[in-house]
């Protein structure tokens, strides 16, 4: 098994880094899932739709932003993503019908995949 891990150094904790987030995103996706067809009781295709639609947009906002961490630098563009992504799912709170719930979504993968790309 030690075998499957890079050579200590910069690999292994971009490697160890990549698996938190992975781990990490898996476990919001599902709880987000869970709060907003448990608590919000929206239906599972409402909840999937709407992150479908949010998906859609993250790819082609994740390519404008790529562009603008270009030319401006990507850590005030990171730092700028990561606060409407913060905004974004503070906003799931207050969500209490589908086109705000598809909006506050669409903010926060949106956000999420500006974030990687930046």
């Known amino acids: 098994m030690a075998h499957l891990l890079p050579q200590p150094g910069p690999q292994r904790t971009l490697a160890a880094s990549n698996f938190v987030y992975t781990?990490?995103?898996g476990l919001y996706l599902t709880a987000g899932v869970l709060y907003f067809t448990q608590d919000r009781h929206f239906s599972a295709a409402q909840v999937g739709f709407?992150?479908?639609i949010a998906g859609l947009v993250s790819l082609a906002v994740g390519i404008a932003v790529g562009h603008l961490a270009d030319r401006h630098g990507a850590r005030g563009v990171y730092l700028a993503t990561?606060?409407?992504q913060a905004l974004a799912t503070a906003a799931f709170l207050?969500?209490?019908?589908f086109w705000p719930f598809v909006i506050a979504v669409t903010v926060a993968t949106g956000a999420k995949g500006a974030g990687i790309a930046a």
């Open 50 to 52: 709407g992150l479908g």
């Open 94 to 97: 207050l969500v209490d019908d």
């Open 23 to 25: 781990v990490g995103s």
């Open 82 to 84: 990561l606060v409407a």
